[in-house]
């Protein structure tokens, strides 16, 4: 008898048709899996504020991860069925791998956007309605999505940033500001005139609403060729210290013109650099 | 009689023949598959708005994706032909790897040029006749691919961008702008008299049609030396803040020369810098 | 009789079983484990003083670990079951591998994240309350986290920069600062007069509380044209440095005033450039 | 009877026989098929017009990459007949790993070069006669290769520009240029009568050939210290929008010098600055 | 009788009991050793002078890396354990692969930091004492650690800089430092004169201690509008070239007083610029 | 009778000792041919202008090559001879692969210089004698080697670029250069008679031998406070645009001093910044 | 009889105990060759000028890498003999594969700086006295090593640069230099007279010894406000142009000093920028 009809190489046989069913419903099971988390994932819950998509976003991007998905179990799939027939697939893996080298690497920075993303909104780094600034980007938070931040700018424009690129981040809205106020002074005014007309203007400005606390004279800050720089610092609301300054130079402006204070005439390139100095340190 | 010719060794080779005859029938079927997936990729469709591809171009595309495709098919098939043969592949494999690594790391940026390209149509970050800004380069979108965005610079010229290379990106037309017009002004001016002019202008323009909100006088917003610098905001139309700061500026300029306002003489070097400060924080 | 009955056969079936059991609580017990290890690692401590998170924070991340945890698991008992039923995974292994590779690339600044601010706590690079530049970036430190530095600037923002995206930076509260005074001359002052009025400057604010060591003039560092400059420099107590050049500058204002020491009018770039200068040096 | 002579013994010795000459006569064919690649890719197509190679060129880069595809061959063959002898490779193909990493590294620049050329051909960025800008290189395009651009820049010189290094690029000659002219005026001048001038001077060049559209007057575009800046903007044909402004640039000094209109006369650094500021958004 | 209780059968089962009792004390003696490694690496040595670290610190950094030590044995036990079971654990090792890769890409910035530690060490690029200046820091060295080089600016704050960072390092303290003394002079002063008087000062400090050649005087090194610049060089001991500098330009001051020597007068931009020029070149 | 002593076992003996034969003898022979290769590949060629090297570093090189392929033939050897003794080797090879790791990262660059400087030579991009620029450095190449380019740069320096730092490069003698003029002009100068002069003078060089066509004049190609600037461009031979611009303005300053036009004299920062401007679009 | 005792398994115990043997002597060879060639290495030759270290850094990274050796023969063996006992050792050397990537890719940078050193070194680029200009940093090479490079600065500073920060290097004493005198002339002097004079100062140092060629005059190189830009070239030998150009300019200034040339008053920023052109282009 041959050895071919032997119940041992039946079953082999059996066992083998087996297996391939088990694999072909194991696949088909996995992608009914994958299509449930990848629904779920991007079902619009009732108080779902964060990573929250349009619907019709979410129906797009989770028809695109489904078919992604789908090709993916098709093609482990077809790898195991030939690895039942002992098939050596070790090349179609290696072609694969080409692939899927390119698209990791293609694709690291949208896992960075999120992995940040996640920790910005965790850390609470910002929240809708902040002023921040990043690089040379500023405005205030219209959208913390799972990808991207959306300022607008003060001149309405829309900064569309994804968040892997935005590390360093200055936030304006948490705790109090500080208004600076640069005066420049010619050589020829007589100091103490000028510094009592200062604090006078520090006094005026006083009992404003924004101001947290009494405007501080810090003295002379700065000798500039034709001028000295006089500066005054306050506290005062978040956002309001545009308000403040403009408030405290128009009172000293008044003040000067009254008391005949010579302002410097001379232009001078580093004028407007001085009022970006950190004011603490100089 | 010899083993040579035993069931057992017949069995064995026709197992080879068969898979042989398995494989080759197999890597057709492959090779046809993968083609038509590029055709349907490729194909273009009645309603295909992104990603649509000139005929000529899909052609061009196509047919190369589908050489490669049929080299790589070619190249998995004879090793694993090979592999039937129990010979040793491993060193065919990793010569090729050399090569699928330069390939998968030339190609990151291709992947990531569809992935960004992806998210920017599904986030709706600009779509065809927006105004937008990256980096240095500025225009209104002509055409958001699945590799490029371009852009038509208002000189006329085309800015043609990676998508990959879109990183931070502002856009112009999302919401209202913000028309700026800094008034630079000498110190020995009578600010109250200032004041009065730049709120008539103010006044002057309200009733603009592009105008959204009426204008803001902001006060002093900087001693420069030599000058006072002023400021006026208003809330306008996208794309029309041009017009209306024009507008503003020759009612100023209309007033202050029949008031006779004295206009600062000297040369400065922060003058347009300050034009480029955040409004609202100054 | 049929080998299908024999006891090695059974033995095999029941070492299988027996195995498949193993394998699933194996799982459990991991999963139970890693739990707890999360738990562990988030649960405030008494004295918890570093990585020290907020309640709801931690609750956020714990769960998330969780759940990453969870499929992990999942992923990974799924496929020691197959292997069981000597199913060829390697594809699988290799389609999980190209996520994993956009995951790790992705996730390492988070690492360089952790790996740098355990250093700068373990070195004490620098620690609340102290006033550090990082970059472009200064202010005194509010937070050193786990990921995180908080710094709240002179005009009162916020920065928050990744712990990574600190490599090199400055402390300026670890010992004494050094208050610099550039006096510009013009070329047509006696120099001699200047110095000794310079001295008495010096002279005079050397018995503050703020000075550490009497100031020195460090004589003509600059030929500028139009100007000489003169540099006076003193030790103070940390961040008080402001305020003790504003004072040696009212005196130099009052002296030089009363001596009519004339002071340069014409307009210099780099005028404020040198007050950049490493002092020592020049 | 030994069993060395077995007949046994003796297959496995005659397979083992059958199967070097197999490798070698493998060997041989796969050498002899590649080399045919090479010449067919570098054959001089009669209608080839992309990725053509000067004769000399090509066969010098053919018979480059028939000697390296020669000693690969002979590096694979090698391995696998130590194989067939069971010596175990790993050593060496690991040492040959070393070496191809390298080379993989260092040659992914090559194939980035060679993808985005495919682009840029395939999506028509630019061809032969287009005037381009590549970052701080720009010119009309003299070749577009499968490595690299040729570029003449308008002083003559030839810029040669890989295609991977080419990013961001911007096309001058898809469609009309708009000339831009700033016309800066004392703050002295009469500003109806400025208009009235340059209206005319508008009016006087609407009928040139390379004018698309009739020039329009902007209004005040700034407010600089001693002047302002007015602007004319005019679509043109491309290319021609240096000789439109140049023309209406002559017609305003003619009747600025015949009405008597006050130019600014001090310098100014920002001056020229503002000519490259986007037209349509200040 | 089964085959159950076969000699042989008992023979596999005591092997592998064996082989677990084996992996386990040896993971108990592994991580004994490994701990005995941690300690011995940062126990105080009598004499360790370099990669010493304060007692404390040294304490928190053993028992982290003591306690990762300890859940990488646990890890690797429970590997080996199951291995023994024939569980086939490459999908363990494949996810551990994941946290392995970002951790190694997270961590290698640190090790670069220790290798280059080493070197700066190892040559004695800088040691402490000494000034040195990395990119925009400088300072003198307070600490060369094994992971940082600390610097104390000359105005008192503490530059803290990872090793890896310094690549280019200027040493101001190997050897004779050279003082450079620029002189601009107006275009009307004698030539002649102006040099006699240079000559007379460098004449009147060549006594000065920390001089260690004569001065020299290079003549005219530029001709700028409205000025020439004369330079002086001379050789100093390190450190005390900016003393040296301040003497003769007090010296200049002096002399060209007396002889009346006209100085120039109009600000100019590049005045500093040229004193940071290479002496030795223009 | 022992079975060590049957002939099964003695045939197994046998056939590893000779296969350690084989492989000894095998490596002998390795090392011998790939030496011959490296000697082959530095040996002088008569006729070999491309990657020619001196005598004495091609055997430095040369001797370097062979002891590293030295070394990695013993590392190879000894590992095969380990696994002939069914020694499993993984943990040496993964020891060396850390090494090889480091190296093929390392090694890199250069692998990048030589490819690139391959394709320089096969693309003719520039040869020596030519003038180009790479970056900030410019000169005549006076080498093309196989991984650096020499360029002497006008003043005499030699520049010495790595092949792989050349991505862009500019050539300066393919084709003919374009000399540019830029003739400032007061605005109160008669702009017609400022034309014919500058007429006469484009005339007056026309017969120039350099020149390759008559110059063009542009008209006003801007507007700057307190001049026109006006343009004159013409093709000339290679290298020789700097004696016909010298010669050009040579004759233009006689034409204006005869005709007394006047010159502009204010200072102006962005007056040689024109000069670089691209000449065909402003 | 047992067969725990047949003479086979006697054989395989009697196999393995010799193994282990083998591998443990094997183990001392490895680490006493290792030693060997470390020691040879940093064996200071008598003849050794490369590469050669003070004894005390020779003998402080010899001890070094021989504890590293030591460490990885230890780890080498243990494994081996791990699997001498059929465990799987995957997991450890996973393990240890994540440590080997973190240094393999920090040591990179090391091995990048040791591979260039060695071709800085074969194409001689630069050696011991040649003045060099890398990057921002200058000076004359004091010493090129096989990791760093030291440049000693003009001003007497000591610059360390690792051999794999240097790409791009200029070195100023292979062959000629030129020097270059920029002649700033204001526009109302007779340009011929100019000439005149400047062709005989060009005379007049003509007999340098320091001079390779005659002085050149370029004629007028540009048309600045306010003045006109003249320019002499001259060759001279190494290092000695500095000298070359002050004799001419201090000629030029007695010669129009005599004729009363008027020189350029205005203050002008690019004016020390053009000395920074390159000659032969403008």
Do not use: W
């Given at each position: ?17 087996l ?9 088909g ?9 990848v629904?779920?994932?991007?079902m ?34 077809l790898?195991?069925?030939?690895q ?9 893996i ?12 293609g ?5 960075k ?40 700018g003060t ?15 200055t ?9 600076v ?68 130079r128009?009172?000293?402006?008044t003040?000067?013109?009254?008391a ?10 580093p ?12």
């Amino acid at each position: 008898m041959s050895e071919l009809f032997s119940p041992d190489y039946l079953l082999v046989i059996g066992n083998r048709v087996l297996r391939l069913c088990l694999i072909v419903i194991g696949s088909g099971l996995a992608m009914r899996f994958f299509k449930l988390i990848v629904d779920r994932f991007f079902m619009p819950k009732a108080d779902g504020k964060h990573f929250y998509l349009e619907e019709k976003r979410a129906r797009t991007l989770s028809s695109l991860l489904k078919s992604i998905v789908q090709y993916m179990v098709y093609f482990v799939t077809l790898v195991m069925i030939l690895q039942e027939f002992q098939i050596d697939t070790t090349s179609i893996i290696a072609g694969a791998g080409v692939i899927g080298l390119a698209i990791g690497f293609g694709a690291q920075t949208l896992v960075k956007d999120v992995i940040t993303g996640f920790f910005i909104i965790l850390e609470d780094q910002y929240s809708v309605g902040d002023y921040v600034e990043n690089g040379d980007m500023a405005g205030t938070v219209e959208d913390v999505g799972f990808r991207i931040t959306k300022l607008r700018g003060t001149n309405g424009v829309l900064h569309i940033i994804p968040n892997g690129a935005i590390t360093k981040v200055t936030n304006y809205t948490r705790g109090h500001m500080q208004a600076v106020v640069n005066v420049p002074v010619a050589y020829d005014a007589d100091i103490n005139q000028v510094q009592l007309l200062l604090a006078e203007a520090c006094e005026s400005v006083k009992e404003l609403p924004q101001i947290i606390e009494a405007p501080k004279l810090l003295g002379i800050v700065d000798f500039r060729p034709g001028e000295l720089v006089m500066r005054i610092v306050v506290k005062t609301l978040p956002m309001e210290q545009g308000g403040v300054e403009a408030a405290i130079r128009q009172k000293i402006k008044t003040l000067f013109d009254a008391a005949a204070i010579p302002l410097p005439a001379a232009a001078q390139v580093p004028g407007v650099k001085l009022a970006e100095n950190r004011g603490g340190k100089s």
